[in-house]
Structure formats: C-alpha cells, structure tokens
C-alpha cells in the first residue's frame, strides 16, 4: 500500500504489529505480593520495604485474631448452615495464615451465649477484613498505584 507525502514522493506504509492481551511483568509480582500479604498478614508490605506498614498490620491482625479466639469466639469452617455463616468463614479466612492459629486456639468450641464470645466472633471477622483491604493495598501499591 502506498501513500502521497507531504513532498509527493510514494511511500511505503508497513502495518503495525499486532497487539498482544499479556499482563504486564510488574502484574504478576503484584499479585505474588497480594497473596503473600494475605498468607502472613504483612509480608506484602515488607516485600516492598514498607517497614511501618507491615508491622502495623501483622500486630493489628494479630491482636485481634488472639484477643477474638482468646474471649471464645467463633471461627468459622467450611459447613455453613446459612448465608452468614459462610460469609463469616469468608472473613475469618481473610486473615491468612493465622485462621490456622485461631482454629488451634478453639480446642473447646465457641462459647457465643455470652456477649464475649459474640464480641469475639467480631473481633475475628474485622481482622479477616482488615487483612484483606491491607493485601489489596500491597497489591495495589506494586502496581505502582498511589495507596
């Protein structure tokens, strides 16, 4: 195919190449670091040498998986009866690795007829969903987007 330039001279026009759908290379390790960050609250911000940050959340999430397992509350598992139960597997399962430690802490069962207990329950949910926004953020800020 040929075209008129500006000078009247013919010239040759070459297609371009065609357009490859490959997610970027920083994509991947985004994505490595969002699940890491959601494995081990924290790891995801310490990959990316944010020291603050990964200390914040690893205690936060900590203190309140141990301070909700400790008043007797109830981790949720995989046999849900209902829609909420599953949706609080959901969160309690946000928080990581540490779903392990507070399944190891509920040897005796939850005790949610008490308002400790149910406080319990909450206090393990906020911190399943606290861990979850902090390895979206990690995610996001490897991205490169401003968190």
Known sequence: M???????????ITPA?????VA????SRAIVLGIAG??????GHALQFMWGRAVVVFLSV????????????????????DAFDTLGYIADLGTGSFYLFARAIETSGADVSHADGDYGTRL???A????LLAALHAYEAARGHKA
Do not use: I, Y
Not at 17 to 21: E, G, K, Q, S
Not at 38 to 43: A, C, R, T, V
Not at 128 to 131: I, Q, R
């Open 128 to 131: 399943g969903v606290l861990n």
């Open 17 to 21: 190449p065609p357009v490859r759908d």
């Open 2 to 12: 040929e075209e008129q330039s500006p000078d009247n001279s013919p010239q040759q």
């Open 24 to 27: 970027a290379p920083g994509e």
């Open 124 to 126: 393990l949910a906020t």
């Open 38 to 43: 959601w494995l081990l609250p924290g790891l």
């Open 62 to 81: 900590g203190l309140l998986v141990g301070a909700g397992a400790s008043m007797k509350g109830n981790v949720f598992t995989r046999q849900g009866n």
